[in-house]
């Protein structure tokens, strides 16, 4: 197992590519403030006042430094902050139009764009930093970084048209589910994975390596997520717990419990999910009853190990004890 003594935090891993970070970062801003008309520069301003954790550029980053020397970094630079910076317009992209189709109010602290500017224009908005995205794809010159960031996007669109058709009919299936959070949220972590790779050249079988693991780890980001939507107070989301349950999105914990259930117990579970005939309160205590949470955890543990083994092929060196922390961190999440 990979252990660290001295990269246990987030901040910790920040710090090996900090300066790479203020590149993206600043990169990101000249090119959204560089806008040809007032209305795009306020909503582009409202943007760039919440950052968010930027996950998917700092794999890009560790993933090629694990991957390279200084000189091939040197030499790929500028093209690593335009493709870092596109992987990370390509995530607000999508959290913008995610709060429009949820509705959402408030995103990073502040007022979502949809409410402060209406969703007309934030839908705009959302196709405005796709655009920005692909000039940065095309100015880097890389094929397999557009048709990688291509395809991702792909995948994220067919996945929330997927889970807006599970909530026009709600489904017990492990499958479709696993299809759905492998679309909206690991296609883009393994393609940022995946361009770190690629732009410095590295054999193929590399490049399969990290796109596994850019994967899982996104898997396993996700189903953190869905777990602590269940059985957390709601600190780590940042958000009231049991929007699942209410949104009537069928998740890991629920199909953990509806795999021990008959047909006609499944029905009637899919009519109380349904109907909300149960409280949220009522139904946890029923998935906790029927030990969910702790089923849960085991999944989502052995997902955690199956991540960290992709990194046992990758040579030794502090970016890939970053990559394995961050594994850890995304898992500490369930289990503080």
Do not use: W
Not at 49 to 65: D, H, Q, S, Y
Not at 108 to 113: G, I, K
Not at 280 to 300: P, Q, V
């Amino acid at each position: 197992m990979i252990t660290s003594q001295t990269i246990q935090t987030i901040q910790d891993i920040y710090r090996l590519v900090d300066a790479d970070l203020k590149a993206v970062d600043g990169h990101i801003s000249d090119i959204l403030l560089n806008a040809q008309n007032s209305a795009t520069t306020e909503m582009c301003t409202h943007l760039l006042k919440a950052n968010g954790k930027r996950i998917r550029p700092v794999l890009t980053l560790l993933v090629a430094r694990a991957l390279s020397d200084k000189k091939t970094i040197q030499n790929n630079y500028q093209k690593l902050i335009q493709i870092s910076s596109a992987i990370e317009l390509i995530h607000m992209a999508s959290l913008v139009h995610d709060d429009v189709i949820d509705n959402s109010e408030v995103r990073r602290s502040q007022q979502s764009v949809n409410v402060a500017f209406g969703n007309s224009k934030a839908v705009t908005m959302g196709v405005y930093l796709y655009s920005m995205s692909l000039v940065q794809i095309a100015e880097a010159k890389s094929i397999e970084a557009l048709s990688s960031l291509s395809a991702a996007v792909k995948g994220m669109c067919e996945g929330e048209l997927s889970q807006l058709d599970t909530r026009q009919e709600l489904k017990f299936d492990f499958d479709l589910y696993t299809k759905i959070i492998s679309n909206k949220t690991a296609d883009l972590f393994q393609a940022a994975c995946y361009c770190g790779a690629i732009l410095i050249n590295k054999e193929t079988f590399i490049g399969d390596t990290v796109k596994q693991f850019g994967h899982q780890l996104g898997i396993l980001f996700q189903l953190t997520d869905d777990y602590l939507d269940y059985f957390s107070d709601g600190a780590s989301l940042k958000k009231e717990v049991g929007q699942d349950y209410k949104d009537k999105q069928v998740t890991l914990p629920v199909l953990l419990y509806a795999s021990k259930l008959d047909t006609v117990e499944k029905g009637l579970l899919k009519n109380l999910i349904e109907g909300q005939t149960l409280s949220f309160e009522a139904f946890l205590k029923r998935l906790e009853d029927n030990n969910i949470k702790e089923e849960s955890f085991e999944y989502i543990s052995n997902l955690k190990d199956d991540c960290l083994l992709q990194l046992e092929k990758m040579d030794e060196s502090d970016y890939k004890l970053a990559l394995a922390a961050l594994v850890e961190i995304v898992f500490q999440r369930i289990n503080p």
